[in-house]
DNA sequence: CGTGGATTTGAGCGTAATCAACGCAGGTGG
DNA sequence: CCACCTGCGTTGATTACGCTCAAATCCACG
């Protein structure tokens, strides 16, 4: 399991000299000249929200895309903070080091969501960044895209907006770790990506994890069994059926039901 | 206990009509007009790291100063998002609510921190925040904080790294329920509190927590039972001395030590 | 085909929750 | 002034949930 060895096995993959070489230099290099405004992803992305003028003007940035291999880091807790990343394709997982050498999963962030925003607060990244599974991103210069902020109020507000909305999801991923049983958690988290994929134009219903047990139970505060387990009981109590890492909910309201006995 | 009455008693307090109408009516009133420049916590509070003309240009920033109550609330979950709010003395808890009536505690504010950036997510605030004691606030209206920030590149980076130091904090919160027991929770948030007192130059070993021992538990997610045995276990152990509410740490290394088993 | 990683499941245990009783301080009213 | 009440904190006894340790299975991959 790669959170119980000190090997950068995942988190940095065969090629991490690679990887760092085409992050250094890379950036401008892209042979994609992406723009915004013709993304797919806008209505979920950084020009949610923004439109004629503002969505334009946004064309006007200047950022890389990149290929991103399953288990490489974007970033690493305590580099540099130079980028905001905005996911393409793919999943990620951000973490935090323990010092007994486990780590703390904060988040996971799927096409549209955005990467890096920690790094603001100290010029260094607070948190890393692994693909988990080949992904593909925008990087974004955070130098440039704060140019551009400052001859948009609206894309100023679309910034502090998207930033709020990570303070508001942490609020209640709080609330979750604060308050919540192991079933309640699990329920949660499930119906979170349950709601995502949707918002994606997937099934809300039927999907493929791309994080391990491990990485859900870190991220929900409980042991990679105790998930397992969890699975189990669902699956026993005709929520959902699960084989593996794939899920297919077959009693939503039945979830909501094990999920909102305390949320409001 | 506050939590578990459905009764508004400590979180609206006896003249919750007044707190509603002043907030209405008397942001523009206040006799005082306050300025940053020469606000005694602008090394702390919004003004952090901005000098010369920028510090100038935030004195340009019309704000209203108001006194909120012991168990008063400066704004409730579901208000409209109107104000960012500094403190200037006192200490606030900011709270969501869970369906069942009870409050789930997600951070304390003390002078020169900002509460209300939740907000801007949706437009509409997504805690409550109550005083613990008798406060003070600068409340500054968000529609012209911007419009200052776009006249200054300077002042709109500090605005986004106060957010990104929320979700930094978040981060480390999240690391602290999920993946802590008992007695490093309560270490990690007393070696918190105790780094805030001394930033603010009060006494970093002794100190009076103004929240109850529900309020600490529902922060670090545990019961309060929990929270006071621990207190006796570190008293025990020597750490520190407790008597209610007030708090002098005797063994600030021991403190740590009980602390960093896990975390970086 | 063998190996290693991920997942599931079981058994036993430990930490923190729950339930309960008590002490103390502050406020109220007779 | 004292009896009473209420809120808060402490402590004890018991319980339960999730953790730990362990073993088996499944699957991908070399």
Known sequence: MQTATPTPATTAAPIRFF?????????????TRALCSTCHLKDLCLPCGLNGVDLER?????????????GQA????????????????GTFK???NLRDGREQVTGFQMAGELLGLDGLAAGKHASSAVALEDAEICAIPYAHLSEL???????????SRLMSREIVREHSL?????????EERLAAFLLNISQRMKARGYSASEFHLRMSRAEIGSYLGMKLETVSRTFSAFA???LLEVDKKHVRITDLPGLQRAFDLRVQ
């Not at 974007?74 to 394709?89: K, M, P, T, W």
């Open 19 to 31: 990887e760092r070489a085409q992050r250094a230099v890379g950036d401008e290099s892209a042979a």
């Open 58 to 70: 946004l064309d006007g940035l200047k950022f890389a895309r990149r290929r991103v291999k399953e």
């Open 74 to 89: 974007l970033y690493h807790e305590g580099d540099r903070f130079q980028f905001i990343y905005a996911v393409r394709s």
């Open 94 to 96: 951000s973490t935090l």
């Open 149 to 159: 902020a400052a001859t948009s109020a609206e894309l100023q507000h679309v910034i």
């Open 174 to 182: 709080m609330m979750l770790l604060g308050s919540m049983n192991a």
């Open 236 to 238: 026993q109590q005709r």
